[in-house]
């Protein structure tokens, strides 16, 4: 048995012994996914114990070092790990933008002292943090941001609002652009960190087109944030933001770009009807389906090479951006096809049969996937600049 | 198995891709198209392809062969494609292998020692009709005295003219049977045709064609899962060609759109083309992601495989179809052009879209496979 079959078996033994079956269960609602944080109310006493045995191990986020909250785990390991979990069907312990953004730019650009400060609190649940990059302004234009930290000797006093803060209302702690110098486009920007609860910070949740509001307006009054809350250096806070805005590609690209990599076909077989060759029975919709199934396939297959490269080092810096652009397209097209295949069933708003029209909006909040984190327009740029090396792009 | 290629892999395409961009350059096509060429391919090129042991590449070393895997193969392929190379690799070194290995026994040991020595051409007869369907095999094996009596028309036959060898697929009692036919054999007629990417595939008859009971491929009505491993190992090469189709067509193109200039700019710098070339790019790093997870689930003698085998097929033959559409558009009326090599990446295409399936068959299998 080799060293990565013997950690497989511990691993499997390890999630036998210590997942509930509650958390083997499909992600139904917004409680069911972990956030933590000071104000996280466990939704059940399956998830608390669930996340405490995975802090315990370091597999809340296993892949990171053991003195920052880690398991230490090689890629190999890792990619092991993850395919034990879905094997039983595992929820993720705990997601957080403190796992998928803060913490792998704290450990690219942090000091040890900052590593073993924020990074263990993310890795138990504690503190949950929000991301300030988009303003009202600047959007994909994000290097315009105007947020203004003013000098104070040992502090900065800042002033300005951002937009799309993904659960700021809900976030313990903010890492923010800040604008430090104003004569200086791109090297006069500092990535902050500071806590939601300091004096001046407020937000409001927009509402959405589904019906939801996972996004709030921030708004900073005289914030006052010690000049010791920085990552990286100084007006140097846009070299941290595109390598995170890399990683969140990454992030979404691993996992969450082509949504549920699951058959769609096979999915409304069970409730469509079939004709006597036991095909779903609407040939276009069935030949639309089959379509869309032959490229999520594809995209799983280009999710694991990817992964597989990226963690090895041998993929392109910027293919990020194209598995970015994929999976969010992929994903707006499976959820205008289960619309189709829902019919005036998932019209349906509010409705007990429908989980809250769980349908429509969750079609109506996919059309974001090609905006936020880099609009696919955007992405469609990247590609040509800096893997085509297109002129003038 | 990671979805890159490991050392040995990099240093087999490291040896193989400047070989036959050197020896079988789309210069070599066009000589052999303009020379009115009979065979469909050359015999020296053949000759350098086994100097490499390429032929025996998929041959287990038993047989003679390197005994290496559908990975191997495709980095061979994709170079094929690239180049635009006529070459009888797929039929023989990939289809036939994967069908003579599978099924062991006589054949297997009079052919596959044949394929790795370069000796032996081998074409397969599956199809009947201008589409592949293979389910709905009509060509017929009746026994007759110690062997069989095989009656029926196949299409589509690459090298059917020139093979030493074809494995035919027929219809016997209780299922499919295959058959290893040799070209001498009487009541066989190869009507060879010149495709759009000047291949020459045949339309083979077999009238009353009267083989020994060993001619059989593996057993008797147990032909179904022989012919599964031809068609899943044919496909996937045939997939991983059209990753290098594709991928010669868009290198082509990008580097026009840097070269070419229209109102004052290099037309590169007009984001309607740097979009589509960029979209482009995308779908196929998809098609060489998912060929290479077909060819890691064949290599693995995975469950898994049918699935992907088709899904590659299809995807592949969407992006590359997407490549070489976008690479005449994009070189505009040069594009048009006979001198011009994207013309040429655009008719290859075509032919290997349609062998061993188009996109909609393998769209239609993979609902299928998904139970709707």
């Avoid at chain 2, 491993?229 to 010669?248: D, N």
Wanted: net charge negative.
């Amino acid at each position: 048995m080799s060293d990565l079959d013997a950690f497989r078996a511990e691993v499997r033994g390890w999630l036998e012994a210590n997942c509930p079956a509650e958390m083997r269960e499909p992600i139904r609602e917004e409680g069911d996914v972990c956030w933590g944080g000071r104000n996280w109310v466990f939704q059940n006493d399956a998830q608390k114990a669930w996340l405490e045995a995975c802090v315990a191990k370091g597999y809340t986020v296993p892949d990171w070092p053991k003195p920052y909250g880690g398991a230490g785990l090689t890629p190999e390991q890792t990619k092991v790990f993850k395919q034990e979990m879905k094997r039983i069907n595992a929820r993720s312990p705990l997601d957080s933008f403190g796992i998928w953004m803060l913490g792998p730019a704290l450990l690219q650009f942090g000091t040890e002292e900052q590593k073993i400060q924020y990074l263990n609190p993310i890795a138990r649940g504690e503190i949950r943090w929000c991301q300030g990059y988009s303003e009202p302004g600047s959007g994909s234009d994000l290097v315009s941001l105007q947020t203004f930290g003013e000098d104070k000797g040992d502090h900065w006093v800042v002033n300005g609002s951002k937009i799309w803060t993904s659960y700021a209302d809900k976030a313990d702690w903010i890492f923010c652009l800040v604008r430090t110098d104003k004569a200086n486009k791109y090297q006069g920007i500092t990535f902050m960190l500071f806590d939601m609860a300091s004096k001046g910070v407020t937000t409001k949740p927009i509402l959405l087109i589904s019906g939801n509001s996972p996004f709030c307006e921030t708004f900073f009054d005289d914030v006052e944030v010690p000049k010791t809350q920085f990552i990286g250096e100084i007006n140097r806070g846009w070299d941290v933001a595109k390598y995170l805005l890399g990683h969140e590609r990454e992030m979404i690209s691993g996992g969450g770009a082509g949504g549920d990599m699951v058959s769609i076909g096979g999915a409304f077989a069970k409730s469509f009807g079939k004709n006597a060759a036991g095909e779903l029975d609407d040939p276009i919709l069935r030949a639309e389906m089959a379509a869309f199934d032959v490229d999520v396939f594809a995209y799983r297959a280009m999710g694991e090479r990817f992964m597989d490269m990226w963690k090895t080092g041998r993929a392109h810096p910027a293919s990020s951006n194209m598995m970015k652009y994929v999976g969010t397209e992929l994903n707006k097209r499976r959820h205008e096809l289960v619309m189709s295949g829902g019919g005036s069933e998932a019209l349906e708003w509010d409705s007990e049969e429908t989980k809250g029209g769980a349908r429509a909006r969750g079609w109506l909040r996919t059309k974001a996937n090609s905006i936020e984190g880099g609009t696919s327009e955007v992405m469609l740029n990247v590609i040509a600049k800096r893997i085509l090396d297109l002129p003038g792009a | 198995m990671p979805l890159y290629h490991n050392d040995d892999q990099a240093m087999l395409k490291d040896s193989v891709a400047p070989f036959v961009a050197e020896q079988a350059p789309v210069s070599h096509l066009r000589k052999l198209r303009d020379s009115a060429d009979a065979t469909g391919f050359s015999r020296d090129l053949w000759a350098q392809f086994t100097e490499m042991g390429l032929p025996g590449m998929l041959v287990p070393e038993a047989h003679g062969g390197l005994g290496m895997g559908h990975m191997e193969a495709g980095i061979v392929l994709e170079e094929i494609g690239r180049n635009l190379t006529p070459s009888p690799f797929l039929s023989t070194s990939v289809g036939a292998v994967a069908a003579l290995a599978k099924a062991g026994g006589t054949q297997a040991e009079r052919w596959l020692p044949a394929i790795a020595s370069g000796e032996a051409i081998v074409a397969l007869a599956i199809d009947e009709g201008a589409k592949h369907r293979p389910e709905r095999i009509a060509t017929s094996a009746t026994r007759s005295g110690n062997g069989f009596r095989l009656d029926g028309k196949k299409s589509f036959v690459l090298h059917g003219h020139v093979a030493d060898m074809s494995i035919v697929a027929a219809k016997t009692d209780g299922g499919i049977t295959l058959f290893a036919v040799p070209r001498d054999a009487k009541g066989v007629t190869a009507d060879p045709r010149r495709l759009v990417d000047s291949s020459l595939a045949s339309h083979v008859t077999f009238d009353g064609v009267e083989v020994d009971a060993d001619a059989v491929i593996g057993e008797v009505d147990a032909g179904g899962e022989i012919l599964d491993a031809l068609l899943a190992a044919t496909r996937t090469g045939a997939a991983a060609e059209m990753v290098g189709v594709g991928q010669g067509a868009m290198d082509r193109t990008v580097t026009y759109l840097k070269e070419r200039k229209q109102f004052g700019k290099l037309i590169g710098e007009f984001q309607g083309l740097q979009h589509r070339a960029a979209h482009l790019y995308g779908e196929m790093e998809v098609a060489r992601a998912t060929v290479m997870k077909a060819q890691e689930l064949l290599d693995r003698g995975s469950e898994g495989a049918k699935l992907m085998v088709s899904v590659a097929k299809a995807k592949a033959g969407r992006a590359a179809n997407l490549a070489v559409r976008e690479g005449v558009q994009m070189h505009g009326g040069i594009g048009m052009t006979d001198e011009y090599d994207i013309g040429l990446y655009m008719k290859r295409d075509r032919a290997l879209a349609e062998y061993m399936g188009d996109v909609h068959y393998h769209i239609d299998q993979v609902a299928r496979m998904n139970g709707y």
